[in-house]
């Protein structure tokens, strides 16, 4: 598939400077439509820095990031709505008391009709397999169910992007099995999915594209099997296929 004519995101020198500390300095990406990107880097890498800044929740230094071809401090109402993003901590971006209020909560606030809301509900819970759970509070779902609720929101949201930190942090093996089943179905569906991980071993079958992120700088970027063929140790990252065959048997799913 030929992603290189629609690119949803384009990074040009992005800078990030904190109090003592520089995340970003001269950052260059392309992110294309329709791609499922797996950016991989240890803790600290700068991974989840670089998600926030794409959605708009943190401002660069310097440089810029354009969203569709216009510089994103102009298309933030419409990010909201395209970009969706799940958290590592899946609790944190869950505000309703059951299962369809969650899912109800970001089309409500785009004040959306109600016959809408219903059709974005229902298709929500039915592919991501939550119908059952409707009216179940979330605290008493599993780790899987949970982030499975915080990807049914953003689609109900009509996201046509989807960034996820760190998806398999603190999950057993049948919630790292939900979890890769949803970015399955995303690329499936044609959706835009930014995976952001240092555990390759469960996803990376799935990637179109592996990204290497270190000390803020990207090491590598392109084919997963050529990436791995030249991995460097001080990136942080580990080969997965010293227990698989290739790049493309490294899932859990």
């Known amino acids: 598939m030929d992603f290189q004519k629609k690119v949803l995101f384009r990074v040009e020198s992005l800078c990030k400077k904190f109090p003592g500390f520089e995340a970003f300095a001269g950052l260059d990406l392309e992110i294309f439509?329709?791609?499922?990107?797996?950016?991989?880097?240890?803790?600290?890498?700068g991974k989840t820095v670089l998600?926030?800044?794409?959605?708009?929740?943190?401002?660069?230094?310097g440089g810029e990031i354009f969203f569709k071809g216009l510089p994103l401090a102009q298309c933030i109402p419409r990010l909201r709505t395209s970009l969706g993003i799940v958290f590592q901590d899946a609790d944190a971006q869950i505000v309703g008391e059951t299962v369809e209020e969650d899912i109800?909560?970001?089309p409500e606030n785009l004040k959306l009709p109600r016959e809408e809301i219903k059709?974005?509900?229902?298709?929500?819970?039915?592919?991501?397999?939550?119908?059952?759970?409707?009216?179940f509070p979330p605290r008493r779902l599993s780790g899987g169910e949970k982030r499975r609720l915080a990807v049914a929101g953003v689609l109900a949201m009509g996201a046509e992007a989807v960034i996820m930190d760190e998806p398999f942090a603190?999950?057993?093996?049948?919630?790292?099995?939900?979890?890769?089943?949803?970015?399955?179905d995303l690329k499936?569906?044609?959706?835009?999915?930014?995976?952001?991980?240092h555990e390759l071993e469960k996803v990376?079958?799935?990637?179109?594209?592996?990204?290497?992120?270190?000390?803020?700088?990207?090491?590598?970027?392109g084919e997963a099997e050529k990436i791995l063929d030249a991995l460097d140790p001080a990136w942080g990252v580990r080969d997965p296929r010293k227990t698989y065959r290739s790049a493309g048997d490294c899932s859990w799913l």
């Open 33 to 45: 439509e329709g791609q499922c990107l797996v950016i991989a880097g240890a803790n600290g890498s």
């Open 51 to 61: 998600m926030k800044m794409l959605a708009g929740l943190l401002e660069p230094s």
């Open 104 to 106: 109800c909560f970001g």
């Open 119 to 135: 059709r974005r509900l229902d298709e929500a819970l039915r592919s991501l397999e939550l119908e059952g759970k409707k009216d």
């Open 170 to 184: 603190n999950l057993d093996w049948p919630g790292v099995v939900q979890v890769l089943k949803i970015i399955k």
């Open 188 to 197: 499936t569906a044609g959706k835009t999915v930014i995976v952001l991980t």
């Open 204 to 221: 990376l079958a799935f990637a179109d594209r592996l990204v290497i992120l270190s000390e803020g700088k990207i090491r590598a970027d």
